[in-house]
């Protein structure tokens, strides 16, 4: 088992490494070495999952082709640039509520350099609200009832009759109040932007030309509207389904009555959603391919595809030996699973495929459901080493050189908020689910 283990890990490593899909063809390889070198059966590949982030990537695709994430950028640095003074704050509050709408972080390029411009007009540090705005764009992917990682974590917890609902009451209150807490803790970080030594040397340098970065108007905002509302509407209507059973449509299969599953609904409210956006708006199909949301989700799909596929099939070869060592220990500290979940998080920079590949051995374990829901937010680890591309882009839009990697590489600008949120957010989970 050992031996496997190591394999697996090697290719978790390597497929990180290629970035883009590597890491989903790389967890075939592992795969292929799993099933041919050690004999082990392979499981069913985890292809709800897969068809419902297709889903919704088409949807959110099909919304940035009309227009309607400019169109919601374009709101949300009016509010910034209305409340200058307050960035630090509104920041995560903006890049939260995108992610939390569209169900993927990378919704979130296109408001970072707005961020850093209006901190550098009010003299603070840019540092501040960046850091703390990647992290909140991660947070909301578990706050989010259409994120791949949410999806996912439903499909394997709905066994134990857990609606989409008793997910969402859980994370979205806490990681809400943990991206606040660490946006409070932000206000606080480094010095400040007049007295920062690399700011005044690039001003000295004559590095500030006075341009202002603004953001384009939308060219249909009619059509803009249009799409960011149906696709709300969307969202909308999973939520209710997920929440009440009893709204699902039912059928006489074999004799007995079975209720459409989760998976099913997903994926045809969300194709429906993205058809009546190119419809309504008369934006072409094509188009929705060639934005940033299509490949980065098309991504995750792969991703999921090879290293859940390779994940289930280790563990389900394993699951005795597993059990047997590591049972009586998690069952005593379950919150060490959330310390594991953390830490693959940072080797797979994926929210998704932290959750598919090692949620069904806490579920094997005996862990309970909620104490799952609960550590959910622990899977947004991958801030830790600084090279997500959020991570990246957002170092790079502050002219003022504040966020950064530090000497050290673990010292940046997003590792306090990002440990703060995630710690919050978890403990507050743990209290909400004994009083939810």
Excluded at 50 to 57: E, N, R, S
Excluded at 77 to 106: D, Q, W
Excluded at 363 to 381: D, R
Aim: proline share 5%; with cysteine; glycine share 10%.
């Amino acid at each position: 088992m050992i031996l496997q283990l190591l394999f697996v890990l090697t290719a978790i490593i390597i497929g990180a490494r290629l970035g883009g899909i590597g890491l989903g063809v790389m967890g075939g390889v592992g795969l292929g070495i799993l099933t041919f070198v050690f004999g082990l059966q392979p499981t069913a590949p985890p292809i709800d999952v897969m068809l419902m982030i297709a889903a919704v990537i088409s949807a959110a695709s099909c919304m940035q082709a009309a227009g309607g994430l400019d169109y919601m950028v374009k709101l949300a640095e009016k509010l910034l640039r209305k409340n200058p003074s307050h960035v630090t704050i509104l920041s995560p509050i903006v890049t939260y509520l995108f992610t939390f709408v569209a169900g993927t972080g990378h919704v979130a390029y296109s408001i970072l350099p707005v961020i850093a411009e209006v901190a550098i007009e009010t003299k603070i540090r840019p540092e501040r609200p960046l850091g703390i705005a990647v992290i909140a764009s991660q947070q909301a992917i578990t706050a989010s009832p259409i994120s791949a990682a949410t999806v996912a974590l439903l499909g394997l917890l709905t066994g134990f009759d857990i609606t989409l609902f008793d997910i969402l009451k859980i994370t979205i209150p806490a990681t809400i109040l943990g991206v606040l807490v660490g946006a409070l803790c932000s206000m606080r970080v480094g010095k400040e932007l007049v007295d920062d030594p690399e700011y005044q040397k690039r001003m000295a340098e004559g590095y500030f030309d006075g341009r202002k970065i603004k953001i384009d108007d939308v060219k249909n905002k009619r059509h803009a509207m249009l799409s960011v509302i149906i696709f709300i509407l969307a969202t909308a209507f999973i939520v209710l389904f997920g929440s009440f059973e009893g709204m699902r449509p039912s059928f006489l299969a074999g004799g007995e009555t079975v209720t459409l599953g989760m998976s099913s609904i997903i994926e045809i409210i969300m194709l429906s959603a993205a058809a009546i956006i190119l419809l309504v708006t008369k934006t072409d199909g094509i188009k929705a391919t060639q934005g940033s949301v299509f490949p980065a989700g098309m991504q995750a799909v792969i991703a999921i595809f090879g290293i859940a596929w390779m994940g289930d099939t280790f563990l389900n070869g394993n699951m005795a030996q597993l059990t047997a060592s590591i049972e009586g220990v998690v069952r005593q500290m379950p919150w060490l699973f959330g310390i594991a979940l953390f830490v693959m998080s940072i080797l797979l920079y994926s929210q998704a495929a932290t959750v598919r590949a090692l949620v069904p051995l806490g579920i094997a374990l005996g862990i309970s459901p909620y104490m799952l829901i609960a550590m959910f937010p622990a899977v947004n680890g991958y801030f830790f080493i600084p090279n997500y591309p959020t991570v990246v882009a957002a170092i790079n839009f502050d002219r003022t050189g504040t966020t950064r990697i530090g000497k050290y590489i673990l010292n940046h600008s997003f590792m306090m908020p990002g440990i703060v949120s995630t710690v919050v957010a978890i403990a507050l989970g743990l209290l909400f689910i004994q009083i939810f």
